[in-house]
């Protein structure tokens, strides 16, 4: 089990509801980074997909996923990289957190903020807690199988140190005042995680993020992978074939990229993907802070 999802299910009353008019503000603010991300990458030949949930939003509701609250697009390497040079100077309005740049957030992957609003996460990020979209990047993987029997777990540990010290950040804050809500199994864990992480941070976070950006990076192969995804290396592995070439989906009225094969990967991700799930299967996301300005949804 996962102390920090212990943790919330101990602590339900700490977090905002999120009524439906919340979600529609968040979806608009969330529409309006994606849209500008895409402006930019039609403008200047880049390639993207969206990834995930968004990409699942995308074939089964032709949009958001009605109760998601987050978006995510990857981009080949090659694509990312000039991403993060270029888009901060054409959209200069949005704060880029991106790995190997001068704004390293919390995370291996980019993050595109709008920060006039708030929406901050349990274990979140109280300095910039904008409403955001995830940028992955996609990287070739070794075609020796051995290869990627040793990058896989070792992408996954470095994953995890960077998730352990930004949870210890957040634990004399969040965690510590109301741990004695939870068993004393889940106290222990939580302890024992800010401890770790307070000891792994004796490395700065951002040197854990950038080695793991680096080490991705490989020769290109008939494979693909995300390191970063939400689902393990396993499973974010695909023949290059099913992403490449995108093929063009809708998404809230908006001309999109999807992976080539992108029902191979919803597939995988998430078996039935065009059978709604039942309420206590959906994703959810536990909110300590909301503020979504009426600005920012215009």
Known sequence: MDPVKDFINCNLDMF????????????????????????????????????????????????????????????????????????????????????????????????????????????????????????????????????RAVQGPYYTLIRDIIYTIFYSASYKETIRPRIGNCPLKTRLELRAGYVLGRILGLVPLRRWINHLDKAERKKESDLVVIPTGLHNYKHELFPASVYFPPKKGMFEGMEVNLPNKVEEILTVFYGDYMTPPPDSAKAQHFFVDIDIPEEATR
Do not use: Q
């Not at 919340?22 to 994606?34: A, D, N, P, T, Y």
């Not at 270029?86 to 920060?115: C, D, H, L, Q, S």
């Open 16 to 147: 905002v509801e999120l009524p439906d008019e919340e979600l529609k503000k968040i979806h608009k603010v969330l529409f309006g980074i994606l849209r500008d991300f895409v402006t930019f990458c039609d403008d200047n030949g880049l390639i993207y997909f969206l990834g995930g949930g968004t990409a699942l939003g995308a074939v089964r509701h032709k949009g958001f996923i009605p109760w998601d609250e987050d978006v995510d697009v990857v981009m080949p390497r090659k694509d990312y990289e000039v991403f993060k040079r270029e888009f901060p100077k054409a959209f200069p309005a949005y704060r880029v957190e991106a790995p190997n740049t001068g704004t390293v957030g919390n995370t291996a992957y980019t993050k595109i903020k709008r920060e006039d609003t708030v929406l901050l996460e349990v274990v979140g990020d109280k300095r910039h807690p904008g409403v955001f979209i995830d940028v992955f990047p996609l990287e070739y993987a070794p075609s020796s199988g051995f290869l």
